[in-house]
């Protein structure tokens, strides 16, 4: 599916570099006319000549090089991909914040084709919060991101920071460039974030959850050709194009919202982490601080997913999500079938990495069947591993 497609690769200076004689390798084998950017960091791991010998085309490197045209421009016209592998924090920063200080980074600036990262570099260089800013940042501005994988690093450590495989950089490179639209005419109902669970006027209960699942996988069914209906508790999250969203606070409106669509809905995905309690009774004003302290009365709310499943229509499929703390598998595998649902997602929210608030995720799919665990990837990359899943159980002839 790459056959033909220009792919312009930057390579930056990290020691996975040398993995991106074997992406180049894959990408032309694949078909695709490649053409590759150092930045002088990385020709000390790999110099130019390997990738003009693996992709038959110059390789660039200098910005000021004698020429006949405005590289940096010429071959951002030329792309129909730009990917970069490795990505390294310094690439991040400079691609987040507009820095064009090499050629390809100037690239970068005047590419107006998909771009795909795959960001390689120690643990806490990855944790540190300005790379994390700076991914967030180049997700939000619609980059999309392949890794990183945990594994063993150049340092030593075993830990988050490798980059994804060649393998999978194609195969999201060529997921990035031939969409899918397996979903035309599938109607989706996703439900994503938090729900607020009043005590008084100014205070009230909720939890972690951020919605950047629930977004992610309305944006992927979206892609894919689904009419999707998005019902969001309070996040600080843009719509996509396309998507009908629904608003709401606390778990009874999203559980209103959810059953009175729910019927129409050909796929559930039940993303949102809904309280699982709330106050028995709630204060119509500021309840007052004194000694004695205070006795919170709580009461469960609607299992929601529950509900769902005991409602579920003929050639309906209910997907629901098990974040866990302990015991992970074991639980998510409980709430398949206590819920009645088709496919349970689970995750270990105690990672840092995965779960509430991160852009990236791992997760185990589990059906009666059998369970599938997904690699830590970013989250639009886990929504189209879910998708997937779920194509399989409706039927390829149906999805």
């Avoid at 999309?144 to 450590?157: F, I, M, Q």
Wanted: proline share 5%; glycine share 8%.
């Amino acid at each position: 599916m790459l056959k033909d497609r220009h792919i312009v690769l930057g390579v930056t200076g990290g020691i996975a570099a040398y993995k991106a004689c074997d992406l180049t390798s894959r990408l032309v084998k694949a078909g695709a006319r490649v053409r590759v950017v150092l930045t002088e960091h990385a020709c000390h791991f790999v110099p130019p000549l390997t990738f003009e010998t693996l992709s038959g085309s110059p390789a660039y490197t200098d910005t000021f090089a004698p020429r006949a045209e405005m590289e940096h421009i010429s071959l951002a016209k030329w792309a129909d991909a730009f990917v970069v592998a490795p990505a390294t924090a310094n690439c991040l920063a400079k691609l987040a914040n507009g820095i064009g200080d090499d050629l390809l980074s100037t690239t970068a600036l005047a590419m107006t084709a998909p771009v795909l990262i795959a960001p390689a570099m120690n643990a806490n260089m990855w944790r540190h919060p300005a790379t994390q800013a700076n991914f967030n940042t180049l997700l939000a501005r619609g980059v999309r991101a392949v890794g990183p994988a945990s594994g063993r690093l150049a340092c030593g450590d075993d830990d988050v920071g490798r980059m994804a495989e060649p393998a999978e950089i194609v195969e999201a490179l060529d997921a990035l460039l031939n969409p899918r639209h397996d979903f035309a005419g599938v109607r989706v109902m996703v439900t994503a974030g938090p729900t607020v669970e009043r005590i008084d006027p100014v205070r009230y209960i909720t939890n972690r959850s951020t919605g950047k699942m629930g977004y992610a996988i309305a944006e992927a069914a979206r892609d894919r050709g689904a009419e999707v209906v998005l019902v969001s508790g309070p996040v600080a999250l843009a719509v996509p194009a396309g998507v009908e969203r629904v608003s709401v606070e606390s778990s009874a409106q999203l559980c209103d919202a959810v059953l009175e669509r729910g019927a129409w809905a050909d796929v559930v995905i039940q993303a949102a982490a809904p309280a699982d309690f709330r106050p028995v009774s709630v204060a119509d004003h500021k309840i007052k601080k004194d000694g004695a302290g205070m006795t919170l009365a709580l009461e469960n709310t609607t299992d929601i997913a529950a509900e769902l499943g005991r409602r579920k229509r003929d050639g309906q499929l209910l997907v629901a999500f098990a974040a866990e703390t302990d015991d992970v598998l074991e639980n998510a595998r409980g709430k398949l079938v206590r819920k009645n649902a088709d496919l349970i997602v689970a995750n270990d929210v105690t990672r840092t990495d995965a779960g509430f608030g991160a852009n990236t995720n791992a997760v185990t799919l589990i059906t009666r069947e059998d369970m599938r665990a997904l690699p830590l990837m970013s989250k639009r990359d886990v929504a189209d591993g879910i998708l997937d899943r779920i194509a399989e159980l409706r039927g390829g002839d149906r999805a």
